[in-house]
């Protein structure tokens, strides 16, 4: 065999097997590009999945107020009556205990979270007890308007809007709190993933550009 011959031949076999490494490279390179863009896509979804989320606690803490402003609104006009002996108080007293009603109907939110369960038992407990107070007294207020005054200040009475009230705030710290905390998780987790992805797309970058480099350079006969 002549050595123009066999040179020849080891030029072919060096192209040939440069030609299948080079085609392997950028098929990873390749690959790597379409794992980078599922991640950026998983992020954005979680993106989205997290500012709904945060949508939601906000509408969470926006009905706690709505029911504790409404609640006094309640308390007020029975006070307000007690006061004045205006019938338009009552009028006033039947227009916020309709908000009141609508508000704490619309807390299903707040049951769907786990770490609520028990703050909302002790909340459902805490507005029966005050509901029945407030209707026990418009009954005095019916029958002793005198006596209604004196009934409204009684310790017992004003100990049963605290509990209400207390029971509305620690439920409104613990879905701010909550709320934090997922923020917190999501932007940790946009950074991770955001950088896992641009990671791999510099990767795939390597790998397309020494597949190309042997593509250009790496069959050349010597």
């Given at each position: 065999?002549?050595?123009?011959?066999?040179?020849?031949?080891?030029?072919?076999?060096?192209?040939?097997?440069?030609?299948?490494?080079?085609?392997?490279?950028?098929?990873?390179?390749?690959?790597?590009?379409?794992?980078?863009?599922?991640?950026?896509?998983?992020?954005?979804?979680?993106?989205?999945?997290?500012?709904?989320?945060?949508?939601?606690?906000?509408?969470?803490?926006?009905?706690?107020?709505?029911?504790?402003?409404?609640?006094?609104?309640?308390?007020?006009?029975?006070?307000?009556?007690?006061?004045?002996?205006?019938?338009?108080?009552?009028?006033?007293?039947?227009?916020?205990?309709?908000?009141?009603?609508?508000a704490?109907?619309?807390?299903p939110?707040?049951?769907?979270?786990?770490?609520?369960?028990?703050?909302?038992?002790?909340?459902?407990?805490?507005?029966?007890?005050?509901?029945?107070?407030?209707?026990?007294?418009?009954?005095?207020?019916?029958?002793?308007?005198?006596a209604?005054?004196?009934?409204?200040?009684?310790?017992?009475?004003?100990?049963?809007?605290?509990?209400?009230?207390?029971?509305i705030?620690?439920?409104?710290?613990?879905?701010?709190?909550?709320?934090?905390t997922?923020?917190?998780?999501?932007?940790?987790?946009?950074?991770?993933?955001?950088?896992?992805?641009?990671?791999i797309?510099?990767l795939?970058?390597?790998?397309?550009?020494?597949?190309?480099?042997?593509?250009?350079?790496?069959?050349?006969?010597?």
């Amino acid at each position: 065999m002549s050595a123009t011959f066999k040179v020849a031949i080891e030029n072919f076999a060096r192209r040939g097997a440069s030609g299948v490494l080079t085609t392997q490279l950028l098929s990873v390179a390749a690959m790597l590009v379409i794992a980078a863009g599922v991640m950026f896509g998983i992020n954005l979804i979680d993106l989205r999945h997290d500012f709904d989320a945060n949508r939601a606690s906000s509408r969470i803490v926006e009905q706690l107020d709505d029911v504790e402003k409404y609640l006094m609104g309640v308390d007020l006009t029975v006070r307000g009556y007690a006061l004045s002996g205006n019938d338009v108080f009552l009028d006033y007293r039947r227009l916020e205990m309709h908000k009141l009603m609508n508000a704490y109907s619309g807390l299903p939110l707040v049951a769907a979270v786990p770490q609520h369960q028990q703050s909302l038992e002790r909340l459902r407990k805490a507005m029966r007890v005050r509901l029945n107070t407030l209707a026990e007294l418009m009954r005095i207020a019916y029958s002793d308007r005198a006596a209604l005054g004196q009934a409204i200040i009684d310790p017992d009475v004003r100990s049963t809007m605290r509990e209400a009230r207390a029971a509305i705030s620690s439920m409104r710290s613990m879905e701010i709190a909550r709320r934090d905390t997922m923020a917190t998780e999501a932007l940790d987790r946009a950074r991770r993933n955001t950088l896992l992805a641009g990671a791999i797309l510099a990767l795939s970058f390597a790998f397309a550009l020494v597949g190309l480099s042997l593509s250009l350079f790496g069959g050349r006969d010597q």
